[in-house]
């Protein structure tokens, strides 16, 4: 377990993006967190496969800390608290759209989930009333990470067979409409290769909500 982190959970005195005292909340203050203004934007990007999309903001400078902080240093309860600015565009986005079922494209089982415990969209989507299930599955795939890769075509590659439907999940997806959360959208790469997999198990129809995308 690296240090800084139980340091950071045991001591921290100020907030991990401004440094000013932290009060009663932990790690980030309220300030820096309700500086995540809603900048909705969709359908900008045209990505294979995806029948169109919705990214709640931009994703900036602090954005990019506090995300940082839950996939890397483990912070879940900032991932609930990401759930709760993006919980009402969320449903607006699944009133308009009607879907048949609501998943998630699920984090890398060794990077994050093994070392984490937990995932951060699934506990995104906790702090929604929206109702959602496992369909996705990830693969252990060592490969580099997609962080490190810029281009779309680059990135294909290495989603390419990295996710599967989960046993049982077919007739879920099957002649359906489907809405997918993700925490980033970064070139499309993934929600295409999601998608892609969703159609191939028969889905007629899929879309993607993206907490954050490009500015
Ligand atoms: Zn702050």
Redesign the pocket.
């Known amino acids: 377990m690296p240090k800084r982190w139980i340091e950071r959970l045991l001591f921290a005195e100020t907030?991990a993006?401004?440094g000013?005292p932290l009060g009663s909340s932990s790690v980030?203050?309220d300030?820096?967190l309700l500086s995540i203004h809603p900048q909705p934007e969709e359908d900008l990007l045209s990505i294979p496969y995806l029948d169109g999309y919705r990214a709640f903001t931009a994703y900036g400078e602090s954005e990019r800390k506090i995300l940082e902080l839950v996939k890397f240093q483990g912070f879940k309860h900032l991932a609930r608290e990401i759930g709760k600015l993006v919980s009402s565009h969320l449903r607006e986005y699944e009133k308009h759209l009607k879907p048949d079922a609501v998943t998630f494209i699920p984090t890398n089982p060794f990077r994050y989930w093994f070392l984490r415990g937990f995932d951060p969209v699934e506990e995104i989507l906790k702090e929604t009333s929206v109702n959602f299930e496992r369909i996705i599955g990830r693969r252990w795939l060592f490969r580099k990470p997609l962080a490190r890769v810029k281009s779309f075509r680059e990135r294909q590659k290495l989603v390419k067979d990295a996710f599967y439907i989960k046993r049982g999940k077919i007739p879920r997806v099957s002649g359906g409409k489907i809405l997918v959360v993700d925490d980033v959208l970064t070139t499309g790469s993934t929600a295409s290769e999601i998608a892609r997999l969703l159609k191939s198990a028969g889905a007629v129809e899929v879309y993607l909500f993206a907490v954050f995308r490009p500015h």
């Open positions: 907030c993006l401004c000013e980030v203050c300030r820096c």
